[in-house]
């Protein structure tokens, strides 16, 4: 079993910036690969950004050049640097980390960008 937990969100004035953690917990072994997805409520979640293996990162177009996630200094952590937020960044965000096989999930933490 993985347990992520989410931290970071708030409320934010447009052009500001948050910062998002995930730590994993449970398991002994590294997570390869870590992911920050956004729903907002009746829409189907999406990629924000994915850490992998040689720290390898992806991002979806909407945030390139804004967002940036990188591995914390614990083992098993996860951040994502959230700069120049638009209102359209308002979203539920979520960590992600597959895990043996399994897709784990965080709570969700909330990020409102006020305009």
């Known amino acids: 079993q993985v347990q992520l937990v989410e931290s970071g969100g708030g409320l934010v004035q447009a052009g500001g910036s948050l910062r998002l953690s995930c730590a994993a917990s449970g398991s002994n072994l590294g997570i390869n690969r870590m992911a920050w997805y956004r729903q907002v409520p009746g829409k189907q979640r999406e990629l924000v950004a994915s850490i992998a293996r040689g720290d390898t990162t992806n991002y979806a177009d909407s945030v390139k050049g804004r967002f940036t996630i990188s591995r914390g200094n614990a083992k098993n952590t996860v951040l994502l640097q959230m700069n120049s937020l638009k209102p359209q960044d308002t979203d539920v965000y979520y960590c992600?980390?597959?895990?043996?096989?399994?897709?784990?999930w965080g709570q969700g933490t909330q990020v409102t960008v006020s305009s």
């Open positions: 992600n980390a597959p895990y043996c096989g399994r897709d784990y």
